[in-house]
């Protein structure tokens, strides 16, 4: 059996308790796509500590983070780049965007245009970017976590299902249990201030909480992704995923069922959470807690189950318990 | 023999023209003698030899020069000439032979005229060079002194001084001598001077000699710069000779043009207060002018102005030192303000090309106005002007004012040109308020207009503009004093009026006021003008979409209607005000009368246009019978002032305008079709006609068959009114020789009728119900002739019909069927409700009529309403058709509509002049209209009746059963209780409901005769009540029976969406389904309860007796319908998590060992996956342990 580098993980999982409170699962989630090179949606009201949960995660690792805040007016070049003028030297030089990094925080994703979700989205599935005629290769490992608020509507674009179905994992975050709320209250109260340079001061924030030396680097990341690569998956789980993809384009109840790429990324994903529980074979426990974060956002109801109040939990339960 | 006989008239021709010669020689001999003896001189071929010319330049030199006390004469007689010497010229002419002084004098006035460059002359000159004539002027002499006059008045208007000298006489021209008035006028008329010369009497002959070949101009040598002073000081030396001298002169001149203006206007001053050196005095100034001359013919604008502005200082700096009257100073401002002319004109000519668009203005160079007014001769130098000179300056200086942006300073000289020049002050007051009233047009400019669509959010402010324009006017024409307000033309007035308003914006009364003054001081013509503008914009430009458009009013089709009232009301109004001050004036009378009459045209056709019936007719009657008074007052106005005309002033507008308006035809020529022509009103025509005193009325009558004679001769009648305008014509004007014509057209087209008619027959019985509808059947019955001719009458039936041209067909769209259509609809809306308008095939073509036919038709016996004696039909038993047209289905509003009306139809003939319209009546037919609480309506005529019933089941289930009913007929389909019997029906009706009401689909013509096709729907809503209850295997339904044996009768019922055949009983469910549908009998119901109740008892104690040993809950875990893997985990997980299921700690440990166990072997790498029965049994036993502790707890 490999040696399986858990103990990383531990650290990792370790360090970023430390700053955010609870969300075990959402760290998990994070660590899941960063693992296997896939992105990650988040879904979830203000104030849940997306983006610091995100920031700490990438501190920890040691690679590289960027966080874009999209907004209605944004351009594609805001993102990706673009080809500038230098008045010195009256030459044309490459500005490379913020999606250039490994860990890309794309903040409330549904507030800009469609061009410019477009544009990431795509950068996202080719892993490279063209800016004045040349093509960039982005970093690796790249990451996207992407964030949307489901509560505001307004003058936002709504990601259509061939984009959503770029995203691994769609994760929809809850607010903490009341235990973790109050531990969250008594962190804050021992903040404290910072004191600044001009003489000033302001409240410490959990952003200040995330210091010290990252547990890992990139190459601990990579020498990871390949042992998540190693991980066993039987034959018994394959066909039983193949069943559950098939089932949803089945369904009654569903309109727009699951792509192979759905199957894929179950597989992927399993095999990546049978490494953080240090296993090297993926258990159908693996697939019962990801199918939602992987299957919900794309697939869609009928007008009719709509109508009937029927929801996707139910629908993807009721599959996962026929199958 | 011929020879010696042509020698011999050859000799004779030789003979007599050596005695003629030699006669002529001895005349000139003895003539010659003569002179001698009279000491005159005879060497006048030495001057003739001599180039005259006068351009500006050299007339400044010669006027400014120095005597020459050693020149010759020859150098003499031309600076004489140049400087406008005239009266040494004549007295120098005077040294000569008569013949040679006139062959000189002509010598002068050829090559001043015939001059290139052209000579600077002026009108006082060309009359002083006449009178320099030593003999009468002949026409050798006035074709160049005509040239002369027509270079010097250059395209004035101001004539006054000039003709007033002529009238009262010169040496050689006009007077009270009819010999010199006469060459005066040839004089005039040569110079283009047409108005003017015809006070004298107009010549024939204008000579216009080619041009002669101009002098090249010597190029000066301009020495080095040096200063003023060292200038003036060379100038004044004695020595120094002519060519050095001018060479000074020049550059004296080139110092002017670059020096400071004070500084200028300083050393001008001083030049001209310096009584020691006047020669050079002069020379300076004549050399400006002869500069500013030169400078006119050059392209550079900016150095013209220059040189204008320098010469107005040089002029300026003269007037404060030197009287001008004195010479030479009086010549050389004379000739200076003639520079100023040839620019000034050059300015007005170029400055609308130049204005006409940006692109145009590189083209059309030239000194700007401002700077023109500015270097005007004003004050001492206008007073020193030649009078004409001084009228011809003022008038072109208000010409170039008017031009520019401030006209207002325009007005003081044309008050000022009142006292001396009317005309001409009243053209340019007129030219005034023009240019004043197109500034103050407030409507926006097409580039404006372009510009507002892009954004047409903005508020226009034309209506704003609109009310400050008409304010100023109102305050100007106030302004004036009043012989200057008599000078403007009335036209005019109303056209700055007119300028000074929006396009869109109707005239109101206080505006008129505002402007005019009161409706007291407005005068008869003004308003006249007024009102008819009025009246021509009402009915055209106010009443546009695109004009309100254009103007961006955003005034919908509703708010023009409203505005072209108010501007009716308002015209009307004011009119009628003004009327009551001037009762007499008849003119006003008639423009008044055809405004209400347009104003009734406009109110009847915006109710047509809006759809609002209402009372239209009688409104439309009311304002007519105004307008017709209105025409009938001017009438009678006009014949009070016959007695008082002379036979030429005689005035047919009156009756014209009564007689147009009668007829409906408007101002612009536009013809109300509708409009009924009354005998009685024709008749009032013709008696005020008539009653003219004096004999007058046999003139008028004989004016008015005239005007009728020429409008047939010119075909100017519309073929649309023909027949009425000629018919009502001949009846005012009674058999005349003049208007023969006309009475034989109405005969001609009289006799058309007799063989074609319109026929309108009631489809059925003439008795009718108020409730009921009936239909009335429209045809044209004509000969077979006549169908031939025509080719048939189905166009009519079209609105659009093909024609062809020069091989291509073309679709006109003549709109027949849509005017024949709103014929009808408008003659029978006022009896009728129109139900529907069913027009036949336009194909069907005719078809002959029989006796006996279905409804009687026969050839028409009557004469057709309307029409004379003439028109009775043909008494030959020709072939008769009829040509089906439409059917009418029609419903009478009361029980007073006794009649279907007179119907019209217009029809198209050619007659020697082309198309004409004549409208074919119909008879009326009498009707009989029921009591509406009669019982029912009188059936009306229908054969081939078929019945389609479907039955509607698909609701069964919710209890409503439902039969479509559709009916068609050959006729009107009857009643739905004609054709079924529904009193008897087995099931009883809910509601019966007509699902569309009777429709006419067709008009059917052929051999089987004339017939409509109708057709109906009803749906009749059943109650099923009595087919569902105690229905078992089956439910049957039958249809109603058909209340006639002949109806054909068609069963269907409904499968989904589609009506399917079936049969007069029909089964609507059967099997298992009538369960569903079924309501059971209240006695089963019982039944059935009790036996429930005794069942729930039983089966109640046998529960009490015997305790079931199952638990009445639902196990918490189900065994896998399949036993996976997979299954089992998720049931072993489920178990786990439950808190439902009390584990002990031993339990949990195992089930947890158990699961990592299966996941092991099943998942693990080199893992198999676990026998089914193994599966089973860890299953069940899990199961079993959960249940135990389940029970337990």
Same mark, same amino acid.
């Given at each position: 059996?490999?040696?399986?580098?858990?103990?990383?993980?531990?650290?990792?999982?370790?360090?970023?308790?430390?700053?955010?409170?609870?969300?075990?699962?959402?760290?998990?989630?994070?660590?899941?796509?960063?693992?296997?090179?896939?992105?990650?949606?988040?879904?979830?009201?203000?104030?849940?500590?997306?983006?610091?949960?995100?920031?700490?995660?990438?501190?920890?690792?040691?690679?590289?983070?960027?966080?874009?805040?999209?907004?209605?007016?944004?351009?594609?070049?805001?993102?990706?780049?673009?080809?500038?003028?230098?008045?010195?030297?009256?030459?044309?030089?490459?500005?490379?965007?913020?999606?250039?990094?490994?860990?890309?925080?794309?903040?409330?994703?549904?507030?800009?245009?469609?061009?410019?979700?477009?544009?990431?989205?795509?950068?996202?599935?080719?892993?490279?970017?063209?800016?004045?005629?040349?093509?960039?290769?982005?970093?690796?490992?790249?990451?996207?976590?992407?964030?949307?608020?489901?509560?505001?509507?307004?003058?936002?674009?709504?990601?259509?299902?061939?984009?959503?179905?770029?995203?691994?994992?769609?994760?929809?975050?809850?607010?903490?249990?009341?235990?973790?709320?109050?531990?969250?209250?008594?962190?804050?109260?021992?903040?404290?201030?910072?004191?600044?340079?001009?003489?000033?001061?302001?409240?410490?924030?959990?952003?200040?909480?995330?210091?010290?030396?990252?547990?890992?680097?990139?190459?601990?990341?990579?020498?990871?992704?390949?042992?998540?690569?190693?991980?066993?998956?039987?034959?018994?789980?394959?066909?039983?995923?193949?069943?559950?993809?098939?089932?949803?384009?089945?369904?009654?109840?569903?309109?727009?069922?699951?792509?192979?790429?759905?199957?894929?990324?179950?597989?992927?994903?399993?095999?990546?959470?049978?490494?953080?529980?240090?296993?090297?074979?993926?258990?159908?426990?693996?697939?019962?807690?990801?199918?939602?974060?992987?299957?919900?956002?794309?697939?869609?109801?009928?007008?009719?189950?709509?109508?009937?109040?029927?929801?996707?939990?139910?629908?993807?339960?009721?599959?996962?318990?026929?199958? | 023999?011929?020879?010696?006989?042509?020698?011999?008239?050859?000799?004779?021709?030789?003979?007599?023209?050596?005695?003629?010669?030699?006669?002529?020689?001895?005349?000139?001999?003895?003539?010659?003698?003569?002179?001698?003896?009279?000491?005159?001189?005879?060497?006048?071929?030495?001057?003739?030899?001599?180039?005259?010319?006068?351009?500006?330049?050299?007339?400044?030199?010669?006027?400014?020069?120095?005597?020459?006390?050693?020149?010759?004469?020859?150098?003499?007689?031309?600076?004489?000439?140049?400087?406008?010497?005239?009266?040494?010229?004549?007295?120098?002419?005077?040294?000569?032979?008569?013949?040679?002084?006139?062959?000189?004098?002509?010598?002068?006035?050829?090559?001043?005229?015939?001059?290139?460059?052209?000579?600077?002359?002026?009108?006082?000159?060309?009359?002083?060079?006449?009178?320099?004539?030593?003999?009468?002027?002949?026409?050798?002499?006035?074709?160049?002194?005509?040239?002369?006059?027509?270079?010097?008045?250059?395209?004035?208007?101001?004539?006054?001084?000039?003709?007033?000298?002529?009238?009262?006489?010169?040496?050689?021209?006009?007077?009270?001598?009819?010999?010199?008035?006469?060459?005066?006028?040839?004089?005039?008329?040569?110079?283009?001077?047409?108005?003017?010369?015809?006070?004298?009497?107009?010549?024939?002959?204008?000579?216009?000699?080619?041009?002669?070949?101009?002098?090249?101009?010597?190029?000066?040598?301009?020495?080095?710069?040096?200063?003023?002073?060292?200038?003036?000081?060379?100038?004044?030396?004695?020595?120094?000779?002519?060519?050095?001298?001018?060479?000074?002169?020049?550059?004296?001149?080139?110092?002017?043009?670059?020096?400071?203006?004070?500084?200028?206007?300083?050393?001008?001053?001083?030049?001209?207060?310096?009584?020691?050196?006047?020669?050079?005095?002069?020379?300076?100034?004549?050399?400006?002018?002869?500069?500013?001359?030169?400078?006119?013919?050059?392209?550079?604008?900016?150095?013209?102005?220059?040189?204008?502005?320098?010469?107005?200082?040089?002029?300026?700096?003269?007037?404060?030192?030197?009287?001008?009257?004195?010479?030479?100073?009086?010549?050389?401002?004379?000739?200076?303000?003639?520079?100023?002319?040839?620019?000034?004109?050059?300015?007005?000519?170029?400055?609308?090309?130049?204005?006409?668009?940006?692109?145009?203005?590189?083209?059309?160079?030239?000194?700007?106005?401002?700077?023109?007014?500015?270097?005007?001769?004003?004050?001492?130098?206008?007073?020193?002007?030649?009078?004409?000179?001084?009228?011809?300056?003022?008038?072109? =200086?208000?010409?170039?004012?008017? !031009?520019? +942006?401030?006209?207002? %300073?325009? *007005?003081?000289?044309?008050?000022? #040109? /009142? $006292?001396?020049?009317?005309?001409?002050?009243?053209?340019?007051?007129?030219?005034?308020?023009?240019?004043?009233?197109?500034?103050?047009?407030?409507?926006?400019?097409?580039?404006?207009?372009?510009?507002?669509?892009?954004?047409?959010?903005?508020?226009?402010?034309?209506?704003?503009?609109?009310?400050?324009?008409?304010?100023? =006017?109102?305050?100007?024409?106030? !302004?004036? +004093?009043?012989?200057? %307000?008599? *000078?403007?033309?009335?036209?005019? #007035? /109303? $056209?700055?009026?007119?300028?000074?308003?929006?396009?869109?914006?109707?005239?109101?009364?206080?505006?008129?006021?505002?402007?005019?003054?009161?409706?007291?001081?407005?005068?008869?013509?003004?308003?006249?003008?007024?009102?008819?503008?009025?009246?021509?914009?009402?009915?055209?430009?106010?009443?546009?979409?695109?004009?309100?458009?254009?103007?961006?009013?955003?005034?919908?089709?509703?708010?023009?209607?409203? *505005?072209?009232?108010?501007?009716?009301?308002?015209?009307?109004?004011?009119?009628?005000?003004?009327?009551?001050?001037?009762?007499?004036?008849?003119?006003?009378?008639?423009?008044?009368?055809?405004?209400?009459?347009?104003?009734?045209?406009?109110?009847?056709?915006?109710?047509?246009?809006?759809?609002?019936?209402?009372?239209?007719?009688?409104?439309?009657?009311?304002?007519?019978?105004?307008?017709?008074?209105?025409?009938?007052?001017?009438?009678?106005?006009?014949?009070?002032?016959?007695?008082?005309?002379?036979?030429?002033?005689?005035?047919?507008?009156?009756?014209?305008?009564?007689?147009?308006?009668?007829?409906?035809?408007?101002?612009?020529?536009?013809?109300?079709?509708?409009?009924?022509?009354?005998?009685?009103?024709?008749?009032?025509?013709?008696?005020?006609?008539?009653?003219?005193?004096?004999?007058?009325?046999?003139?008028?009558?004989?004016?008015?068959?005239?005007?009728?004679?020429?409008?047939?001769?010119?075909?100017?009648?519309?073929?649309?009114?023909?027949?009425?305008?000629?018919?009502?014509?001949?009846?005012?004007?009674?058999?005349?020789?003049?208007?023969?014509?006309?009475?034989?057209?109405?005969?001609?087209?009289?006799?058309?009728?007799?063989?074609?008619?319109?026929?309108?027959?009631?489809?059925?019985?003439?008795?009718?119900?108020?409730?009921?509808?009936?239909?009335?059947?429209?045809?044209?019955?004509?000969?077979?002739?006549?169908?031939?001719?025509?080719?048939?009458?189905?166009?009519?039936?079209?609105?659009?019909?093909?024609?062809?041209?020069?091989?291509?067909?073309?679709?006109?769209?003549?709109?027949?069927?849509?005017?024949?259509?709103?014929?009808?609809?408008?003659?029978?809306?006022?009896?009728?409700?129109?139900?529907?308008?069913?027009?036949?095939?336009?194909?069907?073509?005719?078809?002959?009529?029989?006796?006996?036919?279905?409804?009687?038709?026969?050839?028409?016996?009557?004469?057709?309403?309307?029409?004379?004696?003439?028109?009775?039909?043909?008494?030959?038993?020709?072939?008769?058709?009829?040509?089906?047209?439409?059917?009418?289905?029609?419903?009478?509003?009361?029980?007073?509509?006794?009649?279907?009306?007179?119907?019209?139809?217009?029809?198209?003939?050619?007659?020697?002049?082309?198309?004409?319209?004549?409208?074919?009546?119909?008879?009326?037919?009498?009707?009989?209209?029921?009591?509406?609480?009669?019982?029912?309506?009188?059936?009306?005529?229908?054969?081939?009746?078929?019945?389609?019933?479907?039955?509607?089941?698909?609701?069964?289930?919710?209890?409503?059963?439902?039969?479509?009913?559709?009916?068609?007929?050959?006729?009107?389909?009857?009643?739905?209780?004609?054709?079924?019997?529904?009193?008897?029906?087995?099931?009883?009706?809910?509601?019966?409901?007509?699902?569309?009401?009777?429709?006419?689909?067709?008009?059917?013509?052929?051999?089987?005769?004339?017939?409509?096709?109708?057709?109906?729907?009803?749906?009749?809503?059943?109650?099923?009540?009595?087919?569902?209850?105690?229905?078992?295997?089956?439910?049957?339904?039958?249809?109603?029976?058909?209340?006639?044996?002949?109806?054909?009768?068609?069963?269907?019922?409904?499968?989904?969406?589609?009506?399917?055949?079936?049969?007069?009983?029909?089964?609507?469910?059967?099997?298992?389904?009538?369960?569903?549908?079924?309501?059971?009998?209240?006695?089963?119901?019982?039944?059935?309860?009790?036996?429930?109740?005794?069942?729930?008892?039983?089966?109640?104690?046998?529960?009490?007796?015997?305790?079931?040993?199952?638990?009445?809950?639902?196990?918490?875990?189900?065994?896998?319908?399949?036993?996976?893997?997979?299954?089992?985990?998720?049931?072993?997980?489920?178990?786990?998590?439950?808190?439902?299921?009390?584990?002990?700690?031993?339990?949990?440990?195992?089930?947890?060992?158990?699961?990592?166990?299966?996941?092991?072997?099943?998942?693990?790498?080199?893992?198999?996956?676990?026998?089914?029965?193994?599966?089973?049994?860890?299953?069940?036993?899990?199961?079993?342990?959960?249940?135990?502790?389940?029970?337990?707890?």
């Amino acid at each position: 059996m490999t040696v399986l580098k858990t103990n990383l993980i531990r650290d990792i999982r370790t360090r970023v308790a430390g700053v955010v409170v609870g969300q075990d699962v959402v760290v998990e989630r994070i660590l899941v796509a960063l693992l296997t090179g896939g992105h990650l949606l988040l879904e979830g009201v203000p104030g849940l500590a997306k983006t610091l949960l995100v920031n700490a995660v990438a501190k920890t690792i040691g690679i590289g983070f960027g966080r874009v805040q999209f907004t209605i007016d944004m351009l594609p070049s805001d993102v990706l780049g673009s080809e500038i003028l230098d008045q010195a030297t009256h030459q044309f030089r490459i500005h490379k965007g913020p999606v250039f990094t490994n860990l890309l925080l794309a903040d409330e994703i549904n507030r800009a245009a469609p061009k410019v979700q477009g544009c990431l989205l795509e950068a996202m599935q080719e892993r490279k970017v063209t800016l004045g005629g040349k093509t960039f290769l982005l970093p690796a490992p790249f990451l996207v976590i992407a964030t949307q608020n489901p509560i505001e509507q307004a003058g936002t674009f709504e990601l259509p299902e061939a984009q959503l179905d770029r995203f691994m994992l769609c994760h929809r975050l809850h607010y903490p249990t009341a235990d973790e709320e109050k531990d969250i209250y008594r962190r804050q109260l021992n903040m404290g201030l910072r004191r600044q340079e001009d003489g000033g001061a302001v409240p410490k924030s959990a952003f200040d909480m995330i210091e010290g030396q990252p547990v890992c680097g990139i190459s601990d990341l990579v020498e990871m992704m390949e042992q998540v690569q190693t991980i066993h998956v039987s034959e018994a789980f394959t066909e039983h995923v193949l069943r559950m993809v098939r089932r949803t384009r089945e369904h009654p109840a569903l309109e727009v069922g699951c792509s192979p790429r759905a199957g894929l990324a179950l597989v992927q994903a399993a095999r990546a959470r049978a490494f953080l529980h240090d296993r090297d074979y993926v258990v159908p426990e693996d697939l019962f807690s990801l199918a939602e974060d992987i299957v919900l956002h794309r697939i869609r109801m009928t007008y009719e189950s709509v109508a009937r109040g029927v929801s996707l939990r139910d629908v993807l339960e009721e599959i996962m318990r026929e199958v | 023999m011929c020879a010696c006989l042509r020698i011999t008239f050859v000799g004779v021709l030789a003979a007599l023209s050596l005695t003629s010669v030699s006669a002529a020689n001895q005349k000139e001999k003895d003539k010659a003698q003569a002179a001698s003896e009279t000491g005159l001189r005879k060497d006048v071929e030495t001057f003739a030899k001599i180039k005259f010319t006068r351009q500006a330049e050299e007339a400044f030199r010669a006027v400014t020069a120095a005597p020459d006390a050693a020149a010759d004469e020859s150098t003499l007689l031309l600076s004489w000439v140049q400087s406008g010497n005239w009266d040494e010229v004549k007295t120098f002419l005077k040294q000569f032979e008569p013949e040679g002084g006139r062959r000189l004098h002509s010598k002068i006035c050829s090559d001043l005229a015939f001059a290139n460059p052209k000579s600077t002359i002026l009108p006082q000159d060309v009359i002083a060079l006449a009178d320099a004539s030593p003999v009468e002027l002949d026409d050798k002499q006035i074709g160049p002194l005509s040239g002369l006059l027509k270079l010097a008045v250059k395209d004035s208007e101001s004539r006054a001084e000039l003709l007033a000298q002529l009238h009262r006489g010169t040496n050689r021209l006009g007077g009270a001598d009819a010999d010199r008035r006469r060459i005066a006028a040839r004089l005039l008329a040569g110079a283009d001077l047409q108005v003017e010369a015809k006070t004298f009497g107009v010549p024939e002959r204008d000579l216009r000699p080619g041009a002669v070949e101009p002098p090249q101009p010597e190029v000066p040598v301009v020495p080095m710069k040096r200063s003023w002073d060292q200038l003036l000081a060379m100038l004044r030396d004695p020595k120094l000779e002519a060519a050095p001298r001018a060479a000074v002169l020049d550059e004296l001149h080139e110092l002017l043009l670059v020096a400071e203006p004070q500084a200028v206007a300083k050393q001008l001053q001083a030049v001209a207060a310096d009584r020691e050196h006047t020669d050079e005095t002069r020379l300076i100034f004549g050399m400006i002018g002869q500069k500013t001359a030169a400078a006119g013919r050059e392209v550079d604008y900016t150095a013209r102005a220059v040189h204008l502005e320098l010469q107005h200082r040089a002029i300026t700096a003269l007037i404060t030192t030197t009287k001008l009257d004195d010479e030479p100073w009086r010549t050389l401002s004379n000739l200076c303000a003639n520079n100023w002319l040839v620019e000034a004109n050059n300015s007005l000519k170029v400055f609308p090309l130049w204005l006409r668009s940006p692109a145009s203005r590189d083209k059309h160079p030239h000194v700007p106005l401002e700077t023109v007014i500015q270097h005007a001769p004003t004050g001492a130098w206008l007073a020193a002007l030649q009078s004409s000179l001084n009228s011809m300056v003022r008038v072109t =200086l208000t010409r170039v004012i008017l !031009s520019s +942006d401030n006209i207002n %300073r325009a *007005l003081p000289y044309v008050q000022e #040109l /009142v $006292r001396t020049d009317g005309p001409t002050a009243a053209k340019l007051a007129n030219s005034y308020l023009e240019t004043w009233a197109l500034r103050h047009d407030p409507n926006l400019s097409q580039e404006v207009m372009r510009q507002y669509r892009v954004d047409n959010q903005v508020i226009v402010l034309t209506r704003a503009q609109q009310e400050a324009s008409l304010q100023q =006017l109102g305050a100007l024409l106030a !302004s004036l +004093d009043e012989p200057t %307000r008599k *000078l403007l033309d009335e036209t005019q #007035l /109303v $056209r700055a009026f007119d300028f000074c308003h929006s396009r869109a914006e109707i005239y109101t009364q206080a505006h008129l006021v505002e402007v005019f003054g009161t409706l007291e001081q407005i005068s008869p013509s003004l308003m006249l003008s007024l009102t008819d503008r009025m009246r021509n914009k009402l009915a055209s430009q106010w009443r546009d979409l695109a004009v309100q458009r254009d103007a961006a009013t955003k005034r919908t089709a509703s708010d023009v209607f409203e *505005l072209v009232n108010r501007g009716y009301d308002e015209a009307a109004r004011t009119a009628e005000q003004w009327l009551a001050l001037h009762p007499d004036d008849w003119r006003m009378n008639c423009t008044v009368g055809s405004l209400l009459s347009d104003r009734a045209e406009f109110l009847y056709f915006q109710n047509v246009a809006t759809g609002d019936d209402g009372d239209r007719f009688t409104s439309y009657l009311k304002h007519s019978r105004q307008a017709l008074n209105r025409f009938q007052t001017g009438a009678a106005a006009y014949a009070a002032l016959v007695p008082k005309l002379k036979r030429n002033e005689f005035d047919l507008l009156p009756y014209k305008s009564w007689f147009y308006g009668l007829l409906g035809i408007t101002h612009d020529g536009g013809v109300n079709l509708r409009k009924g022509v009354t005998r009685e009103e024709i008749d009032k025509i013709r008696t005020a006609l008539l009653d003219l005193p004096g004999g007058a009325n046999a003139a008028h009558i004989q004016l008015f068959s005239t005007m009728v004679a020429d409008n047939i001769t010119a075909n100017r009648i519309a073929p649309e009114m023909k027949y009425r305008y000629l018919s009502s014509a001949v009846h005012i004007t009674g058999r005349q020789p003049t208007i023969y014509p006309a009475e034989e057209k109405i005969k001609y087209y009289d006799s058309l009728l007799r063989e074609i008619r319109l026929q309108t027959r009631l489809d059925g019985s003439d008795r009718i119900h108020t409730r009921g509808v009936f239909g009335v059947f429209v045809s044209l019955v004509h000969t077979t002739d006549v169908a031939r001719e025509s080719g048939g009458f189905g166009k009519y039936l079209m609105n659009e019909v093909p024609r062809t041209v020069s091989g291509k067909t073309i679709i006109e769209k003549p709109l027949y069927r849509d005017r024949f259509e709103e014929a009808l609809r408008t003659a029978l809306a006022d009896y009728f409700e129109v139900h529907s308008i069913t027009f036949a095939d336009p194909a069907s073509g005719a078809r002959g009529l029989e006796a006996g036919e279905r409804g009687g038709v026969s050839p028409p016996v009557n004469s057709p309403p309307n029409r004379g004696a003439d028109a009775t039909p043909l008494a030959s038993p020709v072939g008769w058709q009829e040509t089906p047209l439409a059917y009418l289905l029609l419903q009478a509003n009361d029980q007073t509509v006794d009649r279907v009306p007179m119907l019209e139809i217009e029809l198209d003939f050619f007659d020697r002049e082309g198309k004409v319209v004549i409208p074919v009546p119909s008879n009326p037919i009498q009707i009989e209209v029921h009591d509406p609480k009669a019982a029912a309506p009188i059936p009306r005529p229908a054969t081939n009746v078929s019945l389609t019933q479907i039955v509607d089941s698909r609701e069964l289930a919710e209890k409503r059963l439902k039969i479509d009913v559709v009916a068609t007929a050959h006729g009107l389909v009857p009643e739905l209780e004609q054709l079924l019997q529904l009193s008897a029906y087995s099931i009883s009706l809910q509601k019966v409901s007509d699902k569309d009401d009777l429709i006419v689909r067709e008009l059917h013509s052929g051999t089987d005769g004339l017939y409509p096709i109708s057709e109906r729907s009803w749906t009749i809503e059943l109650d099923p009540t009595s087919l569902l209850r105690g229905a078992s295997s089956r439910i049957e339904f039958e249809f109603p029976s058909a209340t006639s044996a002949v109806t054909q009768v068609a069963y269907r019922r409904y499968q989904d969406l589609d009506p399917v055949e079936a049969g007069a009983k029909v089964t609507l469910v059967e099997g298992a389904d009538v369960a569903m549908v079924a309501e059971s009998d209240y006695r089963i119901w019982i039944g059935g309860a009790i036996g429930l109740l005794v069942v729930g008892l039983l089966t109640f104690l046998a529960l009490r007796r015997k305790p079931s040993d199952s638990s009445a809950a639902p196990p918490l875990f189900t065994f896998p319908r399949e036993v996976t893997p997979f299954s089992v985990i998720a049931l072993l997980h489920r178990i786990q998590s439950s808190r439902a299921v009390p584990l002990n700690d031993e339990q949990r440990l195992t089930l947890t060992s158990d699961i990592h166990t299966l996941e092991q072997h099943t998942f693990a790498r080199n893992g198999t996956t676990a026998p089914t029965h193994d599966l089973n049994a860890l299953a069940r036993r899990w199961l079993s342990i959960t249940e135990s502790c389940f029970t337990k707890s």
